[in-house]
């Protein structure tokens, strides 16, 4: 078996195919150096706090993409456009439907051997701070390629402002700043994010944030809202998100934390929480970002007791149980309550387990608010 | 470069350039980052090198702007059913759905990935959580027998690794795509135990001692996903005949394992710390492609498990409301977030891009 490793290479022999075509490049010449330099200036996750990206959001996060405008899907050859929205980027850039971006300042887009480099992701890398960015057209009627700069506004759509404490507040220098730009349309969405931030607490409040929305649903309705976690512990946060009227122009929203520069000595911390159920339940130490996958849980809205159940019915757990319900129940009762059950809770055990089918979550979870 | 242009070239002419051509420009490429680019400016890797993995990255972190974002309040049911590995996936996606539209009920049915399968064909489920390749075969009768399109999305990953006896010194198993790790002496065609190269450990831990100890493997019941795996790995063929002890559970599998001198089994990662068990690593050529020809988008090694969705599309329209929201939901942040609750991995967004694209949608960019 031959294997071939495809890697999106940037050959400047693709400058000359174009040339051939007769086509001007001029936008595309000479833009790798401001190209370089525009991928370590621009803003590389969705929050800045001081104007200073700090190291935790430059690794979690990458430029939120920017909306040409289009609907589209990836192919072998680009990403083909199947509508162009109006009075869109791409309208206004003269892309159509049909036509094929095949790639983005020279990075090929759209299917690339095994994967997918998205069109979205590869204008929020090489925009310039101009909001230009040079894109490879095929035509979709004459099957001419064609360099176009696409020119985004420089009017942007970020939300900016400033997110205030109490005065002389300190809050645990482990803490933790998520800012959040929620889909409020209905009341249970409230913990959908489109995007978010987060950012350690550096010198204290006030701090400035930036976020970048993406492309949204003029039908929504969207907030933003702010907490400080310690350890999962919430000790400030927004008391209700602040509503906003659009996305589509640059707007300033300050925020105002309330809450304890640090948890009751009584309070649970939830990261030590999750670590002992882990311990105590699969019976060895958590894994690399277990815990924050459970944390990142309980920011979409879970509670302490969702991640107790996730645990409690997870495949490892049941496996260690030996995959048999009847030790499985009576471990996951003797974990909940401390005792093991008796024969008619056992009986009781078994009928509520084959109700839910063997579906552990709901089982567990229906267990848990049961009386003992 | 290749790639970019294929239809400026002909199909074979484009294998050849690849051939001779794609390592070269990489090693070209290579050069050039090397030495610092001085004196050749147009051909260079404009990719950065290829991150090394970082052991404790959180694969999650890229997925943050991929959020799931709801188009609509949908009302009905979605009625999932399949295999037990993704039992636990497909509840926490049942429960975390159900929390931003409470109008739409999600059942689960457990038990196999063919009982998922069957139930997709006969409607009684509006997907089939699957822990193995949809076969040709069941295509075939799909085609035959349904108005519908078929769907096969990858929503999540399983790293498999194998186990031996604690003193056994073999430190790591080689593989081949052709001949896996037992290497058959003929490929193609059934492989039994008497067409392996290697049926004894001298032959994979090169030991003299180990000379009288047949391999003994052991693995999960024929027509499970792991064991559709496995027999890939061991042999690299699609049809084996090996004598296999099976277990029905992974823990018992383990156990077996930590009893046996000659044992060798395979089993999800997230159980390969079972007391008594060595983990070897698989030493996977670079560039080897998934064990599953269906992973489009995905660069993973054949040692990760896709673990798929398998959803039936009408012709002439998309999928019920309910059930276009839900894959959206499992193709989102929300839904890996899920899939890493119970030990598995992520998608990456490449892998979520394409499995988007075979479910048709246009992508709003």
Known sequence: MTSITVRRLRFSGARSLVSMSCLALACVAGAERSVAQ???????????????????????????????????????????????????????SGLQAGDTIINVAGYQVGMVGDRVYDVG?????????????????????????????????TASRAINGVLNAPQGLQVPPTSVITVRLLDVTEPQWRDVALTQGQLPVARGFPVSYRLDPPAASPQHRYAVDARVE???????????PVTLASLDREQRVDLTLSGQAAPAPTAVVPSAQIQQWIQTYLGRPPRPYETEVWLADLQQGKSLADVQAGILSSSEYFERQRSNRD??????????????????????????YDRAQGVRLPFVQQLQQQPR | MLERFPKLLGSRETKYMKTVFGPLCAAVSWLLVVGGGIGFAQVHAVDPPAAVPVANANPLADLFTLAYQPQDTPAGTVRLAGSSTLQQAAAHWAHGFHRLHPDVECSIETGSSEAGWKSLVEGKADAALMSRPVTDAEKAAWEKQSAKRLVVVVAAFDRLVWIVHPSNPVAELSWSPET????????????????????????????????????????????????????RLLTGATSCQLAITEHKTEAELAEAIAADKGGLGLVGDEHAHWPGVKRLPLVIPANAAPLADAVVGSDRTPDCRPLFLAVAVPKDGGLPEQVQEFMAYVLSYSGQLDVAKDGLLPLTRSEIHAQKDLLGWSMAR
Do not use: C
């Not at chain 1, 899907?73 to 980027?89: F, K, L, Q």
């Not at chain 1, 960015?133 to 064609?146: I, K, W």
């Open chain 1, 38 to 92: 525009d991928v370590r200036t621009r803003d590389p996750g969705s929050v800045l706090v001081g104007g200073v990206p700090a190291p935790i959001a430059a690794a979690a996060q990458r430029p939120a993409p920017l909306p040409l405008g289009i609907m589209a899907r990836n192919t072998a050859t680009g990403v083909e456009i199947v509508s162009v929205n109006p009075g869109s980027v791409a309208q206004a």
């Open chain 1, 121 to 153: 992701d590869e204008v929020a890398r090489h925009i310039n701070a101009a909001g230009q960015v040079p894109l490879l057209v095929r035509n979709g009627r004459t099957g001419a390629l064609t360099a176009i700069p696409a020119q985004f506004g």
């Open chain 1, 230 to 240: 310690d350890a999962g512990h919430v000790l400030l946060q927004t008391t209700s």
């Open chain 1, 327 to 352: 030790l499985y129940v009576t471990d996951v009762f003797r974990q909940l309550y401390g005792v093991p059950p008796t024969p008619a809770q056992l009986g009781d055990l078994q009928a509520r």
């Open chain 2, 180 to 231: 896996g790790i037992l290497r058959p002496a003929a490929q193609g065609g059934v492989v039994t135990a008497d067409s392996l190269a290697a049926t004894h450990w001298d032959r994979l831990n090169g030991n003299a001692d180990w000379k009288g100890v047949p391999i003994r493997v052991h693995g999960r019941a024929l027509g499970s996903g792991t064991r559709w795996h496995m027999d």
